[in-house]
């Protein structure tokens, strides 16, 4: 059985363990507010931004450009296509299965969409690790975090994938993100296509249709503002992911952080028992050896003097 | 003079919303400028400086990333990536960046970095220029 001052040693480092559970807690909560925060901020912009391309995906009927085609080929992939997919990861562990899923979301793409060649683009060091050892496809010299993500970082993401794109070094780009869900949930994995936009993903009516091309004329052409605008777009969509994936990370480091604090409140309940136990089983030793050694003191005594008279 | 409404929106922040008399931006095609009652159109742009004149003011200036000038029943809006004024601009940092792109160019180790350097180079000195007028 474990001496009292081992189980005080234990009892002690559960405490230590707990109040970096609980830091680790406040902290998340905080960062989770300030993320949302930001996002609420750029959100104007990229609606209008959102609104503007879809009109323009409507009215280009005569659009030619790599960023929009007009539908996508049913089940019957290109040989030579290789596909970019952005992976937002966190940077460490200790948020439960949050990163886990991201990985078995690209797995599941990648097997669902018949993806033959694909090229990773890892955001955060958890999956730029998992990826270096499973993974040959990744694109290493790709570094980033996803700690605290800026609009700044997501412009340079961007421009990074948008080039390879441009270059034609990959055919398509999806992006596997977390999606924020509010409340303990955490958020769900989500893979959504970047690039390009199919035409018959935003379909209207000729009705519609008609409304919408009379109102403008673009300067110099559809074409040029088009491939001005995908840009932007894509990274306002990144920088969305990123913040998104951010808060589910915190959310579920938060919960895990919570279930640790509770674990360890259960643990220090039962380690206190122990060593009141302990404490208490030494106490009643002490007395007992201590009555018996009185005992027999007195009856050396008795002998002694018995044997005296 | 005639007036319209102007509203300069860039993705972190309003930089503008109100009457206005009239309004150059850096396009695709060059410096353009737009009064009221201008007709309905979309134009691409490209980082550099943006003038608007609000009613009886004077000019006031700011730079501007990419992004795009709206013009839609007398209504004017400009979405871009990024808007300052002059005296908002980072001076020390733009320089910084200004000559950490010229080397790069002047390496140019891969296409990806030449391309890079060339866009963070056009922001930097747009944001130099700017930074410089009312000084």
Redo the contacts between chains.
């Keep these: 059985m474990a001496t009292t001052k081992e189980i005080k040693n234990r009892i002690k480092s559960v405490r230590d363990t707990q109040k970096i559970t609980n830091a680790m807690y406040l902290i998340s909560s905080t960062k989770v507010t300030k993320a949302k925060r930001e996002l609420e901020q750029t959100r104007p912009y990229f609606e209008m931004l959102k609104e503007q391309l879809m009109s323009m995906i409507h009215l280009a009927d005569d659009v030619k450009t790599d960023y929009l085609i007009a539908s996508r080929p049913v089940d019957s992939p290109e040989q030579e296509e290789t596909v970019g997919i952005v992976v937002i990861t966190a940077d460490k562990g200790l948020c439960g299965a949050y990163n886990q899923n991201v990985i078995k979301e690209v797995q599941r793409l990648i097997t669902e969409e018949h993806i033959r060649s694909h090229k990773l683009y890892v955001i955060g060091e958890y999956g730029r690790h998992y990826y270096l050892e499973h993974d040959s496809s990744m694109d290493e010299g790709f570094d980033y975090s996803n700690m605290d993500p800026t609009l700044d970082r997501a412009r340079e993401i961007g421009d990074y994938v948008i080039d390879d794109f441009n270059e034609g070094r990959v055919q398509k780009l999806y992006i596997v993100y977390t999606a924020f869900r509010n409340g303990l949930t955490g958020g769900a994995p989500q893979s959504i296509e970047l690039l390009p936009f199919a035409k018959e993903d935003y379909a209207l009516d000729t009705q519609e249709k008609k409304s919408l091309s009379e109102i403008t004329e673009y300067m110099p052409d559809v074409v040029t503002v088009f491939e001005t605008i995908v840009p932007s777009y894509v990274k306002g969509f990144i920088y969305s992911a990123m913040v998104e994936s951010f808060c589910s990370e915190q959310s579920a480091r938060m919960t895990a952080m919570d279930a640790a604090n509770d674990n360890a409140e259960e643990l220090l309940g039962s380690l206190n028992l122990e060593y009141n136990h302990v404490r208490q089983g030494a106490i009643t030793r002490e007395i007992t050896e201590i009555s018996a050694g009185f005992r027999g003191q007195k009856r050396a005594k008795e002998l002694q003097e018995a044997r005296r008279k | 003079m005639n007036t319209f409404e102007l509203h300069i ?6 930089l503008f919303e109100g009457q206005a008399e009239s309004l150059i931006v850096p ?3 060059g410096m ?1 400028g737009i009064q009221a009652k201008h ?8 980082p550099g400086e943006l003038t608007y004149r609000t009613p009886g003011g004077a000019d006031t200036h700011a730079f501007v990333a ?3 000038v ?1 013009v ?1 029943d007398g209504v004017v ?1 400009v ?1 871009v ?1 990024a808007a300052e004024y002059p005296d908002e601009i980072d001076v020390n940092r733009a320089q910084r960046a200004a000559e950490q792109a010229r080397e790069e160019i002047v390496r140019h180790k891969s ?2 970095t030449y ?2 350097a060339q ?1 963070q180079l056009a922001r930097a000195t747009s944001r130099l220029k700017v930074s410089k007028i009312n000084r």
């Design positions: 929106l860039a993705a972190q922040r309003d396009t695709t095609e353009y007709m309905n159109m979309i134009a691409g742009i490209i990419a992004g795009m709206i839609k809006t979405m990536g296409k990806r391309a890079e866009r």
